[in-house]
């Protein structure tokens, strides 16, 4: 079983919780081009989006913007480091995403300051908090309420999603 990256500079999160880091140099748009299936997505639809665009494939402006909300509105999380902050992009803040979530912050606490801020962007609106409120429990307790909480599978290829 591979170990959670606390050093990494960004992750994605699957629907099943399986999370990879993102190394240095690396970006979550170019883990999605060079793995669609991955993703949902073939080649050549990622590269008609660019085309509808005018932009070459790989470049991070509209295009790149369409894929990522077509991720993340199949439940997939993106997570990066933005300087002292940490940003966590999703479409909806489901039961398993605040479990996910709240997994990644007791992980995290003990790697940076508790007081690290981080931000959680979803359709409906910006949230931000303290990766130790977020380990305290700040998302709070799913509807089902008593039930396990899900956690991360740490993975290091998108062969193992």
Not at 128 to 133: D, L, M, S
Request: aromatic share 12%; net charge negative.
């Amino acid at each position: 079983m591979t170990d959670f990256n606390p050093n990494a500079p960004a992750w994605w999160i699957s629907p099943q919780g399986k999370i990879l880091p993102i190394g240095h140099g690396e970006t979550h748009i170019q883990k999605v081009i060079d793995n669609p299936v991955v993703f949902g997505f073939t080649t050549k639809q990622i590269e008609d989006i660019y085309h509808s665009y005018g932009e070459a494939v790989g470049t991070e402006k509209k295009a790149r913007e369409e894929i990522i909300a077509e991720i993340l509105n199949k439940g997939w999380i993106r997570i990066r480091k933005n300087g002292f902050c940490y940003s966590f992009q999703l479409s909806d803040l489901t039961a398993a995403a605040r479990d996910y979530i709240f997994d990644w912050a007791t992980r995290m606490v003990e790697w940076v300051s508790p007081s690290m801020l981080v931000n959680i962007n979803t359709k409906m609106g910006d949230e931000g908090y303290t990766v130790a409120e977020i380990a305290g429990g700040a998302l709070g307790e799913t509807e089902e309420g008593g039930h396990e909480r899900k956690t991360l599978i740490p993975i290091s290829s998108v062969f193992d999603f």
